[in-house]
């Protein structure tokens, strides 16, 4: 274990151990979940295995983070700036790119070559599917930082789950407009998963759009100029995507189509439970109040954290989106997620239970206080909601002077 040290504020040496240093290459192995099934199958001939990665994700995940449980602590900040340039931890991102193509090459070569029934082909392109989500993830964190090389490591893992927007549009959108009514990524209370992705998935292709589109205006560009981003990527997703059509014949187009919708769906189930219900309030004058780690939801469960990058402490990420993962820190008083990710998921599926379990929490936050005026409402659930939380504060609430933002 490599000892990191420094100087408290009255003067006394401390030492600090990453206890986790060397779990984090979970975050790395996680993506190779396709070869588990895949081998299985290979020497067994069940194509149930298949089903395995889904049982490990969606249900030993979620006990796995119940019985290990939480991690609230943080590294001192006085070692921060040595853990942020320890060069393991970069690696471990770059250390995974190649992993994430691993598994789509080997996931759509085994499925279109093995006489597999149309269920098993089906889910182990949805299996690949789930870790092209995790490549997405990969790109949240190379995307975040301001070296070249991240940023273009980044690009290249979004070829994978055909999603070269996104790094532009969380970025520059997400980022900026998180926890209002503006942001496509925020989701609002009684808002279901399902109506959430229907508003999501194509509000954040049109505000990457819309923000690259500005840039090149800037710029005396045209939007269809060589140098826009989203197109530099869907073109590399498009020629990869035609390799494999011309090498493995045409069961690849049903595979892509599925894998790529699965991995989508990874991201707005991370989306949806990232904001639920937070709002940031706006003034008179369209500025909105800072980003702070309320308007996040938080988990600190370990195992789920490990296998994504620390995606979990995001309350730190978006108060200080620069910070590297290994350096994310827990802060009291957050609103807190009754689970891990995984876990999470499983919850949000069930809209009426997501409800029953989230909404009681979400009211109940310190800097809510019971008072709808602060919760990012869903119009269609309002008179449903105001019915509920808001008869005895007021007669109408005032939620929506964040529509024009």
Partial sequence: MRTYTGISADGQALDYVDKKRWLWLLSVAYPLQPFIAIGLHAKTGVEAWFLLPFFSNYVLAPIVDWLIGEDSNNPPEEVVMQLDQDPYYRR?????????????????????????????FLLLAALTGLTAGLAINTAHELGHKNSKIEK??????????????????????HHKYVSTFKDPASARMGESIYRFAMREIPGAFAGAWAIEKDRLTRRGKSVWHPTNQILQSYSLTAAMSLLFLLVLGWKVLPFLIVHNLFAYWQLTSANYIEHYGLLRHGADDGTLERCEPHHSWNSNHIFSNLVLFHLERHSDHHTHPLRRYQSLRHFENLPQLPNGYFGMYMLAYIPWLWFKVMDKRLMALPHVAGDINNVNIDPAAHPSIFLKWGRDKMSEPTYTDLRGL
């Fill in 92 to 120: 471990l991102t770059y250390a995974i790119i190649p992993l994430h193509f691993a598994s789509l090459v080997g996931g759509i070569w085994y499925a279109t070559t093995q006489p597999l029934s149309w269920w098993a």
């Fill in 152 to 173: 273009q490591l980044a690009k290249i893992a979004l070829v994978i789950p055909a999603y070269g927007h996104f790094t532009i549009e969380h970025n520059r959108g």
